[in-house]
């Protein structure tokens, strides 16, 4: 991964989130803290590399195939055992 530290709040965010806990806000106030709150984190984001994107690509399409195999396998088996149990549905005369 591209990060390894710890992810730490800022500072002035804290700051800001105690004084806020300190002072009742307003409505709109608190809505402009979240905001600021929200574009703070989202400074924090890292974009995968080319080679991570391939990598976890890969890594979900493989998961879904091998859970697709697994979803057609209990499928046919339960249709089979359904077919067993009820019969074909001819009466045998």
């Not at 990060?3 to 806000?25: L, M, N, T």
């Not at 399409?61 to 396998?73: D, H, K, Y």
Request: hydrophobic share 55%.
């Amino acid at each position: 991964m591209a990060r390894k530290d710890v992810d730490v709040p800022d500072e002035d965010v804290v700051a800001i989130a105690r004084a806020d806990g300190a002072a009742r806000r307003g409505r709109f106030a608190r809505i402009a803290l979240f905001i600021r709150q929200v574009i703070n984190e989202l400074k924090k984001v890292v974009t995968p590399t080319r080679r991570e994107l391939f990598g976890f690509t890969g890594v979900v399409l493989v998961f879904v195939v091998i859970m697709m195999a697994l979803v057609f396998g209990l499928d046919t088996l339960f249709g089979f055992v359904v077919q067993y149990v009820f019969g074909n549905g001819v009466n045998a005369s």
